[in-house]
């Protein structure tokens, strides 16, 4: 089974409910039983899973990241987003979601979200879906 790309136009910083294109390539991909990954390949972006009812749930993710990294610091890095690194690997690049019955099992509140540390840019995702080979298949 391939890979599928996923792309997106960031703004500066924030979040991006990726979960129902996620969604999608699962149902896409007739897999009723496995596993989904979702992957970043950036350095100073990442993907989470957290609350997707409340917006301010990840404004005030976005504020809590500042206060943990914050920018003006004596980093060396010549690019400037030190900052943006430290969320990056502090976050994670990747997700595995488990699939049951054709449907990411995620919890009631819960979305796939694709984190910007350091905006404006074309990122891209990748969504790996793997089938156990259970019932349905
Ligand atoms: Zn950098």
Redesign the pocket.
Known sequence: MSVREFHLSTPREGMINITSQVGQAVRESGVTSGICVVFTPH??AAITINENADPDVVRDFMLGMDDAFPQNRAFQ?M?G??H??LKSSNVGCSETIIIENGRLLLGTWQGIWFCEF?GPRNRRFWVKIISDGGAGQ
Do not use: V
Request: proline share 0%; net charge negative.
């Open positions: 350095t100073t890095h690019e987003n030190s943006a690194h350091d």
